[in-house]
DNA sequence: CAGCGTTGCTGACATTTGTCATGGGGAGGA
DNA sequence: TCCTCCCCATGACAAATGTCAGCAACGCTG
């Protein structure tokens, strides 16, 4: 009896190749293929997979809340995140969503049938690496309403444009700022945004 | 006569994946795996490829210099961009780069291996939607200098900082970063810096 | 050669941004 | 209940940013 996957990826080309890669394998079989975080759960329902593989960047629904929301429906679902960027605060939130596995796509392609296996079979598979630095880099320091404005700075936005975006008086904005810009140790609104995209916090 | 495939990608999954796939068809054969721009026509030389498929985003030379680079040695490898971002200014330099091809990771796996067999052939290939973009956005508005600046200020740094790391003074990069404003049409540093990577002009 | 655009610099100015002190209100824990 | 933390707000201040005018040098082109 094989293994019944489920593949979330936004990039059409990178989902049917790692479809094609992970045929080529006896024990897996890829059941379902959906490009967008929001088909997730429909098609788990439907096609009844042993494991979902998901991507962390995708429109809609991103594949951390895809995940939460495939352990919420179909917990006998495992799931595998599989993401381009080895952000640490993914990681977290990837785990506390419910994942048993993380894997970067800088991994031989090798590895990533093995991986597969290893959550079927009830193990977590986190990067050692990775998992390090998101010890290292905790949890955000971030209050939610900091994060809001950092997360409203990211285009480049005026002070004047975020306030009337969230409502919020101009000098409320600068202090939300001011204290992100302290808490990341950056010198300014542009690093800031920088410094906690790296670290998964918005 | 099989075609020989060249396959240069810095997500070694990615990679193994689209290996997989283009291994599937019988008239494709991937002879070489590289996982950086440098690596490219060094391999080249050593498997002989009829076509090579270059990402974009690769640590020390990027896909385009890569394919510019190949195209110089050896002139008979024709070569297919394939990316992740559609961006404009990609697709213009590719194509001056000498490229035949260009593909985002959006389209269908199917798609690409008839891509490889039209570039093979002689023929171009390119995305219709992103042709038409490209020709919209038009070449780059920003003088070197001005480019330079911009690049730059991508992290955030202040003027004072670029200042420093191009030896310019500090009033001049301001003209220079006023100018990459003006042009842009955007309202401040951060969203010019936006734009103008949106555009594939840094 | 004259005109043009790019580069580089200066100085001056208005605006924006970042910081700080201060205060009120609400939620949650000791 | 008191204390703490977060949220929202105001006002004031220093620093950084963006704009503008003007000047000089260089290379290219008609």
Do not use: C, Y
């Amino acid at each position: 009896m094989s293994i019944r996957l489920l593949l979330a990826d936004d990039q059409a080309l990178v989902r049917g190749a790692l479809s094609a890669l992970l045929n080529l394998e006896p024990d897996l079989e890829v059941v379902a293929e959906v490009g967008a975080g929001d088909e997730v759960v429909e098609a788990a329902r439907r096609t009844q997979p042993d494991v979902a593989l998901l991507d962390v960047e995708m429109p809609g629904m991103d594949g951390i809340a895809a995940a939460a929301a495939l352990r919420a429906e179909l917990p006998g679902v495992r799931v595998l995140i599989v993401t381009t960027f080895g952000r640490p605060g993914f990681l977290r939130r990837a785990l506390q969503a419910g994942a048993s596995g993380f894997v970067v796509k800088d991994t031989p392609a090798a590895a990533l049938a093995d991986a597969v296996r290893r959550v079927h079979a009830g193990l977590r598979v986190v990067d050692p690496v990775l998992a390090a630095d998101s010890l290292v880099a905790g949890e955000s320091p971030l209050t939610a309403r900091e994060t809001d404005v950092l997360r409203a700075a990211k285009d480049g936005a005026a002070v004047a444009t975020i306030a009337q975006r969230l409502f919020l008086s101009e000098g409320t904005v600068r202090n939300h700022l001011s204290a992100a810009i302290g808490k990341t140790g950056a010198a300014n609104r542009a690093e800031a945004v920088l410094i906690a995209t790296d670290n998964g916090w918005l």
